[in-house]
């Protein structure tokens, strides 16, 4: 799926008219008869209506709002904001898109699941689901001083990742629409904001397993056959009873076996499916599937950015023609409970001044799980610095050891780190992109809010990537937990309800009382994969260790080879030390796919 959204002017009409293999591309129009949606898309993904003369609506993605609720809506519509009721009321994950008397309104999802990109076209504002549809069409190559921050671990922080890497192109905000006008001006209007964690966990727990309940009808009323991972693990095994459940769609499972014989997710994966009857199972064997960090030195087929999940895109490939043999087109995962399902310790920070009186327990057990020291823990509950200090600060500790497991971590999130292997100049740009955000608001007011729907939003994000590869192998890539009603609804329970130690996250529990078997909802184990990395680190360490004979990082002097190499091919006494190489490998990986990063800009910079 691919489509440029354009302006009810005759400058938008000349556009289309210029977008390369338009004779071959769907179209729908604005009333006027001007192209306004130009593209590709799956029919059965959309869902258009009519009111009159000049108003249309149309949701293009998975979704169980039909014609007759898009129809009601649009009928009271007056105005773009007028449509605010109807959005925040679309289940699923979609586009949603309106042509009101010559204005438009165009938004994706609040989690980045499905995007909105905009840049100016000679004078006139044009859109696109894809940022890269539009760099063809401005001409903007890459902006290589931003490449610098996509060496940034564990992630990139808000708002830092909101500048796409095409020039000339801009990123649509998740809680906005954009208001384009036939004029060839736009408005980005904010319509949506989070919501309180004011809600007790069991009336929390009825409205999420609502809202999962819808979700997973969005993937599977079309019916036919259904594919999800079963890894074992509490997320995955949710959503297929759900599947199972909501009918009419076949389920078939996908699971691969883990290297490492003491982990039991493999027990709890064939308990879930003794009770999955009329599901087909299939499992492979790990000999039988691409280990991690395979096939990187192969083009990268999504060239919007570095992929998100490079040490394991060769295998959910792989995974994706298995499942596309057995006749699957619609493939679930788990991705996201683990984002929205338990608080992460900065929940503390908040709870210390919400309720004051309940706070010392969960400080005190948070401390002891951890083994934080009383006057570091002190010092990090007294730090009031608002996000956009606190994120100007941590410019100062881009390269430093990372936190220590005992070191508190109660900021607005984790400890941010460039790579050992990363240059001085690629440090002192990215603490230049660091203290220009001294004024950036926060996601949510709250740290954990924002935490936690940093996360969702990051992986979102994952997931449309994700679906842009496996679409073209025929399977969609569908995550409903980042559905923005289910995000909605697990965001609205209370932080301290979230961060209870049993049963393990709690919400979800709550949720699927009487949808999954207590026996499987018991689980009191949580298995790791750091046998994969070490087993695919192993494996294809010396075609890794290669790249750096050439390293278009290293041409752009934002990156050490020697420094790298010795990353790879050295030893690694824990599986932490392997993350910060996922990043610099991806952002390789991707610009040996891209043409336009033969730019002429430079950085100099040798070596750390």
Not at 32 to 43: I, N, Q
Not at 322 to 332: F, I, L, N, P
Not at 394 to 411: H, K, Q, V
Request: charge should be neutral; include cysteine.
């Amino acid at each position: 799926m691919g489509f440029l959204i354009l302006p009810d002017s005759a400058e938008g009409s000349a556009i289309a008219e210029a977008v390369p293999g338009r004779p071959t591309s769907q179209v729908i129009t604005h009333a006027s008869g001007r192209p306004w949606l130009v593209g590709e898309w799956d029919p059965e993904n959309v869902v258009e209506v009519t009111d009159g003369p000049g108003s249309l609506l149309v949701l293009i993605g998975c979704t169980t709002v039909d014609a007759s609720q898009l129809r009601q809506a649009l009928a009271r519509a007056r105005t773009l904001q007028d449509l605010d009721a109807l959005v925040r009321t679309v289940t699923g994950a979609a586009h949603a898109l309106a042509s009101l008397d010559g204005r438009v309104r165009a938004q994706g999802t609040v989690t980045m699941t499905h995007q909105v990109y905009y840049a100016r076209v000679g004078g006139t504002t044009v859109a696109a689901d894809c940022a890269d549809a539009l760099a063809a069409l401005v001409g903007g190559g890459i902006d290589e001083e931003l490449i610098a921050r996509q060496l940034l671990v564990p992630i990139i922080p808000w708002p830092l990742a909101e500048t796409p890497l095409w020039r000339g192109v801009h990123r649509l905000p998740g809680d906005c629409f954009l208001d384009l006008r036939p004029d060839g001006t736009h408005h980005a209007v904010r319509w949506w904001t989070p919501p309180e964690p004011d809600t007790d966990l069991r009336p929390g727990a009825d409205a999420l397993r609502s809202a999962l309940v819808e979700a997973v009808s969005a993937r599977s009323r079309r019916g036919g056959i259904i594919s999800a991972d079963l890894s074992g693990g509490m997320d995955s095994t949710s959503l297929c009873f759900l599947i199972g459940d909501s009918g009419p769609a076949e389920l078939v499972t996908s699971r691969w076996e883990a290297s490492d014989p003491a982990h039991d997710d493999w027990l709890w994966a064939e308990r879930a499916a003794a009770e999955l009857r009329g599901a087909e199972h299939l499992v492979t064997a790990p000999e039988d599937m691409p280990r991690w960090y395979a096939d990187l030195a192969v083009p990268n087929e999504d060239p919007e950015a570095p992929s998100p999940l490079i040490r394991t895109q060769a295998r959910q490939l792989a995974q994706v023609q298995q499942v596309a043999e057995r006749g699957s087109t619609r493939h679930v995962t788990g991705h996201g409970g683990d984002e929205l399902f338990a608080a992460l310790p900065t929940y503390l920070h908040d709870l210390a001044r919400s309720r004051p009186m309940a706070a010392p327990r969960h400080i005190r057990r948070a401390a002891a799980l951890y083994r934080w020291k009383r006057l570091p823990t002190l010092r990090a509950l007294l730090d009031a610095r608002p996000y956009g200090q606190w994120l100007a600060a941590s410019a100062d500790s881009l390269t430093a050891a990372p936190p220590l497991p005992g070191e508190p971590t109660l900021g607005w999130g984790g400890g941010v780190r460039m790579p050992s292997w990363a240059t001085p100049t690629a440090v002192e740009t990215v603490r230049r992109m660091f203290r220009s955000c001294a004024d950036a608001e926060p996601l949510a007011r709250q740290r954990g809010q924002h935490s936690a729907l940093e996360m969702a939003r990051e992986c979102g994000s994952a997931v449309r990537r994700v679906d842009r590869l496996t679409s073209r192998h025929g399977v969609a890539w569908h995550a409903p937990y980042v559905d923005d009603r289910v995000v909605e609804a697990a965001l609205s329970i209370s932080l301290a309800d979230r961060a209870r130690t049993t049963p393990y996250k709690p919400p979800l529990t709550a949720a699927m009382r009487g949808i999954v078997p207590d026996r499987i909802l018991g689980r009191p184990t949580k298995a790791e994969f750091s046998a994969e990395a070490y087993a695919g680190l192993q494996r294809h360490k010396r075609e890794l260790a290669e790249l750096c004979d050439d390293l278009r990082l290293a041409r752009m002097g934002l990156v050490d080879p020697e420094a790298l190499r010795a990353a790879i091919l050295g030893l690694h006494i824990s599986a932490r030390s392997l993350i910060p190489l996922d990043a610099t490998l991806a952002c390789e990986s991707w610009l040996r796919s891209i043409p336009a990063s033969k730019g002429t800009t430079r950085f100099p910079g040798g070596r750390r």
